[in-house]
């Protein structure tokens, strides 16, 4: 079946530090993906989308590219800051706006 | 815009009785609300999905009598957990789906049930 996989975390980072949060999904179809952010005590807000292969989505400062021919969506941002420590999920879905189906989180905590 | 409500934020229950959820998309139309429930520092398990006006579809393991929703409106679904006990405690996140424009999901910021 669909499913995402994403690097374990917590991943602890100095501040400006460059951050990868690698995932990678099966899909039978072709989905859309996504990557959501959920902030210390609030829900998930979608920080950015890609669509079909190779678009890059991009929002405050993160990337990520659909790469089909490796099945990846990695999220990168080239200087975190302590204010995106949070909880980071990659998501899949099959149908446009259809259920999503997500990794399993990753922590990223920045310190000063 | 797109805002999606969660009442209560948090609740506390005793085990053997019901407690009611409410999910509300408060500048949007939602014909399809999603329910997750979310373990501590685990990913969210889609509960069941509601349209308008009928019933839910649940996803495999999920059980339907137990977990009761209900989609009466257009920006109002709701979850009851009937006859809660301990293991339900959980994070419970319902998301909407606009009918209109971008069909993305809008995610309310959930509800934390403790049954004692």
């Known amino acids: 079946g669909d499913s995402v996989t994403q690097m374990e975390g917590p991943v602890t980072l100095s501040e400006e530090a460059f951050l990868t949060i690698n995932c990678t999904y099966t899909a039978t179809g072709y989905p859309s993906l996504f990557w959501y952010v959920q902030y210390p005590g609030e829900g998930l807000q979608l920080l950015l989308k890609?669509?079909?292969?190779?678009d890059k989505g991009s929002n405050k400062g993160f990337e990520a590219t659909y790469r089909k021919e490796t099945t990846s969506f990695h999220l990168e941002k080239g200087s975190v800051q302590v204010s995106d420590s949070a909880v980071y999920f990659c998501?899949?879905?099959?149908?446009?706006?259809?259920?999503?189906?997500f990794g399993q989180g990753t922590e990223l905590s920045v310190k000063p | 815009g797109a805002v999606v409500s969660q009442h209560p934020s948090w609740v506390i229950c005793k085990s053997g009785t019901s407690v009611k959820i409410e999910c509300r998309s408060l500048?949007?139309?939602?014909?399809?609300m999603f329910w997750y429930r979310q373990f501590p520092k685990q990913s969210l398990m889609l509960m069941a999905t509601s349209n308008e006006g009928s019933k839910a579809t649940y996803e495999q393991g999920v059980e339907k009598d137990k977990f009761l929703i209900n989609h009466a409106s257009l920006t109002l679904s709701t979850l009851t957990v009937t006859s809660a006990h301990p293991e339900d405690s959980s994070f419970y996140i319902c998301?909407?789906?606009?009918?209109?424009?971008?069909?993305?999901?809008?995610f309310g910021p959930g509800t934390r049930l403790t049954v004692t």
């Open positions: 500048d949007f139309q939602a014909t399809t």
């Open positions: 998301s909407a789906r606009s009918a209109q424009g971008v069909y993305e999901q809008y």
């Open positions: 890609a669509t079909k292969a190779d």
């Open positions: 998501a899949l879905s099959v149908n446009q706006g259809g259920k999503l189906i």
